[in-house]
Every structure is written in structure tokens, then in C-alpha cells.
């Protein structure tokens, strides 16, 4: 047996990987030493103003009792001023009126009508065996005793959603025609499509009050940015070639964009109209704050009360109504081809209950088929419409829904019946009561869930906010801020920082705003600490990823807050419940990407580190990890952002900080100033680590070596 010659010589790829790895310690050394200057001049400062302390009052600008005097101004003026004369109070009784008209429908219809409805598109646009589903998802909402609140929230999503496509449609048109405006807009959404949900109904209370109008209003301007954008990409993508070759043939460019280019791009504008009912649906707990209404109102109200189980039925019931619209909407973007008779999976074919379960479900279609074309035929003549004839199993379904709600109606047998009913709540109340008394406290001492969450908060979040709020010196803390932005992105980075990091003492948020960034602290490096390594198993063990994908895929669209729920079981409201809902919620972004990242680190790159005899941890943790860097941070980043994106949630519960301050501003009348300051402070918050994580990603991209 011979065994293999060593390789001559250094594989193409390792003079390049030398040289990059080689830049890169270069630039930590550097780094390195600027950290130590900076964290000396840093400590001179600090001995220097040690008795500063927090922000002085002295220098708060007023702008929270500015904002009041305004609302006071809006009420004292809500009847005579023209501007609500002529605006604002039309607009506000024209979608009132809508989702009063919405509304009544819904609930007029038959309920059994409701869930064939639903069953049948969804079955038209899939298959049979979601079509079921959906059908089964909707009794679940009138079992649960939900079923008035379920279609309040549909009518509220219905009347949001028309109207964001209603704009958003139109003005992705004009975006994908003329670059000018595409280029104006683009700042905009980005600013709307950053800026946290909560941040619109501050405003939006302060014009149009505490109702549903101003939900639908904050939920149409959070949710408008993705039908605008894919509408405007989707017909940015038409080929030239089919827009020219229909212009030679002596079309307008009217009739170019509605037979042409608007057709081929119907897939990307029902992608951007699923991205939309997707973010509306993210904002009906938080919209619920100012009377939404509906299954948010339900949560908001059993998360106040510790009513955990009847939360968890009204939390899932949202979830069920998400994971409905999601696949309608993906359906119907696929833009047929998706139909299937089949019910079960084709992997069971050859079983023989199954085939006859199949030769059954082939035989009623069969009758269907034939019931609706002898509809279809005489109705398409009367109406002299061929594509009527073309669909008659759709007409045969229409004709059925049509006959059960008349008959409905005419027996007066709308509502959902009382005997179909089920309730797990009580369930989930013992649980929780048993996990108090059981988990929470073992031995009564140092094990269990109340002593992970006392140590979180003793060891972890209070000596940060301590650190931050009390301990150093304001100017230090901005000072810190500033050398950061230096040293990453240069003075105009520096000057951004400093102004955001200023802004939140000027706003009269600084020991607030201290608390939220300890809690922002800890709940990321708990996601780093999970998601960073789960990502490296996940890139290194193709069945392990396999596993995880799922439980990630729920993460991330489940809503936010329904992740309390659970958490709420095991830790109790506080602060702690908040962090690890927000851990939970950003753990999938931080997961991904690392998975990302060491996946795409090339080939040639981990070949000559083990043409060298570099072990598999060698290889991760000085090729791959540095390599993978870049993806790695921008999952940091994203961590961030998610984990900012739940300080309101997890104000809900108690979690304190800018998000329990602006949840007041939310609830009571009388501090909505003080709750449009503090969600103005989570936006400087926001933009200031986004920034710098912006630019550390960018700092630390490894850079190609030349020819």
C-alpha cells in the first residue's frame, strides 16, 4: 500500500489567506492600542468629573411639556380649527366608516361561511390540504370564545392593508418610472422601515385621539414600505426587451405598464402586499394601547391581569390568522401551478388507507366537477363570460356560499355556536401556578428560575445601569460614545454619536435611557452567547441545521409578544421576562448569519488550512470565524436592532426603562409628551448603535490582497 506524496508546495489560495489574516492582526494590534489610549483618557476624565454624576436638569429642554401643551391645544381645537374641519376629521370619519362597513360584514356573514370562505381560497391557491387547515384555523378562533374579536382584528387588518396598497401600489409605479422620485423616497423608507412600530402612534394619538382610526392610520404608515418597494423593483425587473417589444407594436406607455409590465410584475407586488400584512399584523398588540381592539386588546388585557392562558389562546389565534394570510398571500404570488387534490404527503401513497382516503377525495371532485359545470355552462351564457366556464369547482363554491348565506341570514344563525367551545387556558393557569410554586424556587434557595432571573438582575442589568446612570460621569459616557465613532467611521461617525448620545440627557431621558441600554447589553450578549455557537454547529453539521431551521422559522414569525407568554410562565413579570423574550426574539438573526458566514467562507481557504495540518478548531477560529467576520457582526447588528425593537413589549410586563415610559405615554392621556420624548430617545438610541456596528462592520471586513 503506498501512502499519499505531501503536497509540493502551498496550495494557489494560501499566499492570499496568509496575506489577509496577516492584515487583519495588523489592524487588531492597531486597534489594541488605540482601545488602551482611549480607555486612559477615558479614566483621566472620569477622576476628573467624578462628581457630575447623571445629566443636570439644568440643561433638559422641555420638549415633553411642549408636546402636552400641544395635545391640549388639538382638544381644545378638535371642532373649529379648519385644518380638522377639512382634514383630519374627514379622513378619520372616511376609515371609521370603512371599518364599521368591514366589520358589520364579517360579522353578518354566517360563521360557517366565514370558514369556507377562507377554506376555499386557500385551497384554490394551494391545496387541498391547506385549504383544511385554514378551515380548521378559523373554528379555532370561535372555539376559543374569540370569534367577534378574531374579525374586529381581520376587519382592522382588511381596512390597513387596502389602504397601504391603495397608496403604496400607485407610488411604487412612480418610483419604478421616474428615478428622481425613487431616489426621494428612499431615505423616507428607510427612516419608516427603521424606526421601531411603537414610534408612529405617539403622533398619530396626538392628531386623531385614542381610538381604532389611529391604529389603522399608525398601522398603514409602519406597514406602507414593502408594497412600495417590491412594486417598484417588480416592474424595475421587466425585461427591456418585453417593454420595447410592446412599444413597437404601438402601445402607450399606459397601456405598456397595465398589459405588460404590471402582469409580470403581480409576483413581486403580492410579495410586497405579504410583506405588508406580515408588519401590520407585528403592530396589533402594541395598536391595541390606543383602543385597536380585537385579539391585541385581549392579550394587552390578560398580560395586565396575569391572565397567562387566556393570553396564550388569544396570542396563538394571531398567530393562526399570521400563518393564514403568509401562505394565502405566498400562494397566490406563485401565480398557479400549486394546486393538488392530494391530502397526504405523497410519501405515504403506497399505504392503503391512505390510497383509499385519496380514491374518495378523487371521486367527490369528480362529482363537484361535474355539479359545477352544469352551473358554469348556462351561467357563463347568460353572462356571456367564457372565463366563467373555465372554473367550476370556484363557481360551484361560490353558488354554495351564496345559498348558506342567505340561509343564515334568513334563520338569523350568524354567530358561532356556543357548543363548539374549548379552552386550554385553565390548563396553562395551573401550569403557571405550578411552575411558580415549583420551578421558580427549588430547594429554596440557589436553583431554579428565580434564582437564574435574581442573577441576571444583581450580577448583571442593575450594576450596568448603576454604572452608566450613576457611577460615570455623563461627559464620560459621551466622550465614549464620541472616541467610538472616531475610531470606526472618523469624524462625521464622531459627530453623529456624540449628537445622539447628548440628545438623549437634552430630552430628559439620560438615567432612563441608561437603563434601557444595560437591558439591551445584557439581552445581546445572552443572544451572542446562544446564537454565535448555535450558528457554528449549524454550519459544521448540515442534520443539526436541518433540526434548527424550524425552530427558528417560529421565532421569527411568531409575534414579538406573544413571546411573553411562555417567558412570562417561567420568570414572572419584571424585567427579566423582557430580556429573555427579546433574546428569543433575536436569537434566529444572530443564528443565521454566523451559519451564513463560515458556509461562505470559500473552499480554497479551509483546503490550504489543512493542507498545512491546521485542526478543525484551528481552521474555525483562525480562518473561518476572522473570514466570517464580517456576516458575523451584521448579525450583531441586527441582534441590536431586534432587541431594541421589543423595549416597548417588554414594557408590558414590567421591564422598566424608555419602554415602561413610553407604554404610560400610550395609556394615559396625560403623558403622552412624556411618552413621544421617550420613544424619540429608543430612535437616538437606535440610530447610535446601528451606526456603530455599521461601521465596525465595515472596519473589520477583510480586505482582498491585489494581483
Given at each position: 500500500m503506498t501512502t499519499a506524496a505531501p503536497p509540493a508546495g502551498p496550495p494557489p489560495a494560501a499566499s492570499t489567506i496568509e496575506a489577509r489574516l496577516a492584515l487583519d492582526r495588523q489592524r487588531r494590534l492597531r486597534s489594541g492600542g488605540g482601545l488602551a489610549i482611549g480607555a486612559a483618557v477615558l479614566v483621566a476624565v472620569q477622576i476628573a468629573l467624578s462628581s457630575l454624576g447623571g445629566f443636570p436638569e439644568s440643561l433638559v429642554i422641555p420638549l415633553s411639556d411642549w408636546i402636552d401643551d400641544a395635545r391640549r391645544w388639538v382638544i381644545d381645537n378638535q371642532t373649529s380649527h379648519w385644518s380638522f374641519s377639512f382634514f383630519f376629521n374627514p379622513v378619520s370619519d372616511s376609515i371609521d366608516w370603512g371599518l364599521r362597513a368591514v366589520e358589520g360584514f364579517l360579522l353578518w356573514l354566517p360563521w360557517y361561511v366565514v370558514a369556507g370562505a377562507t377554506a376555499m381560497i386557500a385551497t384554490a391557491v394551494l391545496r387541498l390540504r391547506a385549504g383544511l387547515l385554514a378551515a380548521v384555523g378559523v373554528l379555532y378562533f370561535g372555539a376559543i370564545g374569540l370569534w367577534e374579536e378574531s374579525l374586529q382584528t381581520v376587519a382592522l387588518m382588511t381596512v390597513a392593508v387596502a389602504i397601504a396598497v391603495a397608496i403604496g401600489v400607485p407610488v411604487g409605479i412612480a418610483s419604478a418610472r421616474y428615478d428622481r422620485l425613487q431616489q426621494s423616497l428612499r431615505p423616507l423608507l428607510d427612516a419608516m422601515q427603521t424606526l421601531p412600530a411603537f414610534v408612529y402612534l405617539i403622533p398619530v394619538v396626538l392628531l386623531f385621539g385614542v381610538a381604532r382610526v389611529p391604529a389603522i392610520i399608525a398601522t398603514v404608515v409602519y406597514a406602507l414600505p414593502p408594497v412600495i418597494r417590491l412594486t417598484s423593483l417588480g416592474i424595475r425587473a421587466v425585461p427591456a426587451v418585453t417593454v420595447e417589444a410592446a412599444e413597437m407594436f404601438g402601445a402607450t406607455p399606459r397601456q405598456t405598464l397595465r398589459k405588460v409590465q404590471f402582469p409580470l410584475a403581480m409576483p413581486s407586488v403580492l410579495t410586497g402586499i405579504n410583506q405588508t400584512i406580515m408588519m401590520a399584523l407585528s403592530i396589533v398588540v402594541i395598536a391595541a394601547l390606543i383602543g385597536a381592539g380585537g385579539l391585541g386588546q385581549v392579550v394587552l388585557v390578560s398580560l395586565r391581569g396575569l391572565f397567562v392562558g387566556r393570553a396564550l389562546e388569544a396570542g396563538l389565534a394571531i398567530v393562526v390568522l399570521a400563518v393564514i394570510m403568509d401562505r394565502v398571500t405566498h400562494g397566490a404570488a406563485g401565480i398557479g401551478g400549486r394546486r393538488r387534490l392530494r391530502l397526504m404527503p405523497d410519501a405515504l401513497a403506497h399505504v392503503g388507507p391512505v390510497r383509499s382516503v385519496e380514491g374518495t377525495l378523487s371521486a367527490v371532485d369528480r362529482l363537484l366537477l361535474r355539479?359545477?359545470?352544469?352551473?358554469?355552462?348556462?351561467?357563463?351564457?347568460?353572462?356571456?363570460?367564457?372565463?366563467?366556464?373555465?372554473?367550476?369547482?370556484?363557481?360551484?363554491?361560490?353558488?354554495?356560499?351564496?345559498?348558506?348565506?342567505?340561509?343564515?341570514?334568513?334563520?338569523?344563525?350568524?354567530?358561532?355556536?356556543?357548543?363548539?367551545?374549548?379552552?386550554?387556558?385553565?390548563?396553562?393557569?395551573?401550569?403557571?401556578?405550578?411552575?411558580?410554586?415549583?420551578?421558580?424556587?427549588?430547594?429554596?434557595?440557589?436553583?431554579?428560575?428565580?434564582?437564574?432571573?435574581?442573577?441576571?438582575?444583581?450580577?448583571?442589568?442593575?450594576?450596568?445601569?448603576?454604572?452608566?446612570?450613576?457611577?460615570?460621569?455623563?461627559?464620560?459616557?459621551?466622550?465614549?460614545?464620541?472616541?467610538a465613532g472616531w475610531r470606526l467611521g472618523g469624524v462625521p461617525l464622531a459627530a453623529f454619536c456624540t449628537a445622539c448620545a447628548a440628545g438623549l440627557g437634552f430630552l430628559g431621558m439620560w438615567e432612563l435611557s441608561m437603563d434601557t441600554l444595560a437591558q439591551v447589553i445584557v439581552a445581546v450578549a445572552m443572544a451572542i452567547l446562544c446564537g454565535i455557537p448555535l450558528g457554528v454547529l449549524a454550519a459544521r453539521n448540515d442534520r443539526f441545521e436541518r433540526m434548527l431551521k424550524p425552530v427558528l422559522d417560529f421565532l421569527q414569525t411568531i409575534p414579538s409578544f406573544v413571546l411573553l407568554v411562555p417567558v412570562i410562565i417561567m420568570f414572572n413579570v419584571g424585567r427579566i421576562p423582557?430580556?429573555?423574550?427579546?433574546?428569543?426574539?433575536?436569537?434566529?438573526?444572530?443564528?443565521?448569519?454566523?451559519?451564513?458566514?463560515?458556509?461562505?467562507?470559500?473552499?480554497?481557504?479551509?483546503?490550504?488550512?489543512?493542507?498545512?495540518?491546521?485542526?478543525?478548531?484551528?481552521?474555525?477560529?483562525?480562518?473561518?470565524?476572522?473570514?466570517?467576520?464580517?456576516?458575523?457582526?451584521?448579525?450583531?447588528?441586527?441582534?441590536?436592532?431586534?432587541?431594541?425593537?421589543?423595549?416597548?413589549?417588554?414594557?408590558?410586563?414590567?421591564?422598566?426603562?424608555?419602554?415602561?415610559?413610553?407604554?404610560?405615554?400610550?395609556?394615559?392621556?396625560?403623558?403622552?409628551?412624556?411618552?413621544?420624548?421617550?420613544?424619540?430617545?429608543?430612535?437616538?438610541?437606535?440610530?447610535?448603535?446601528?451606526?456603530?456596528?455599521?461601521?465596525?462592520?465595515?472596519?473589520?471586513?477583510?480586505?482582498?490582497?491585489?494581483?
Open positions: 355539479a359545477g359545470s352544469l352551473l358554469a355552462e348556462p351561467l357563463s351564457r347568460k353572462l356571456d363570460m367564457a372565463a366563467v366556464e373555465r372554473h367550476p369547482r370556484k363557481v360551484l363554491g361560490a353558488a354554495l356560499l351564496a345559498v348558506g348565506t342567505v340561509i343564515g341570514a334568513a334563520i338569523g344563525r350568524s354567530d358561532f355556536p356556543a357548543g363548539i367551545s374549548f379552552s386550554f387556558a385553565p390548563a396553562i393557569d395551573w401550569l403557571v401556578d405550578w411552575v411558580r410554586d415549583n420551578l421558580y424556587e427549588i430547594g429554596g434557595t440557589w436553583v431554579g428560575t428565580g434564582w437564574f432571573s435574581d442573577s441576571i438582575t444583581i450580577y448583571a442589568v442593575t450594576p450596568l445601569r448603576e454604572l452608566f446612570s450613576a457611577e460615570l460621569a455623563w461627559p464620560v459616557v459621551v466622550l465614549a460614545v464620541a472616541l423582557g430580556i429573555i423574550a427579546s433574546v428569543l426574539y433575536a436569537l434566529p438573526a444572530a443564528t443565521r448569519l454566523t451559519n451564513l458566514g463560515i458556509r461562505q467562507v470559500e473552499g480554497e481557504a479551509t483546503e490550504a488550512s489543512r493542507a498545512f495540518g491546521a485542526t478543525r478548531g484551528q481552521t474555525l477560529r483562525k480562518v473561518q470565524l476572522p473570514l466570517a467576520a464580517p456576516s458575523i457582526i451584521a448579525g450583531i447588528n441586527q441582534t441590536v436592532m431586534l432587541v431594541l425593537a421589543m423595549v416597548v413589549i417588554a414594557g408590558l410586563v414590567g421591564g422598566g426603562g424608555l419602554g415602561l415610559e413610553t407604554v404610560k405615554g400610550l395609556r394615559r392621556t396625560d403623558s403622552v409628551g412624556s411618552g413621544f420624548v421617550a420613544g424619540l430617545a429608543i430612535v437616538l438610541l437606535a440610530m447610535l448603535l446601528d451606526r456603530l456596528l455599521q461601521a465596525w462592520t465595515r472596519r473589520f471586513t477583510p480586505v482582498e490582497s491585489g494581483p
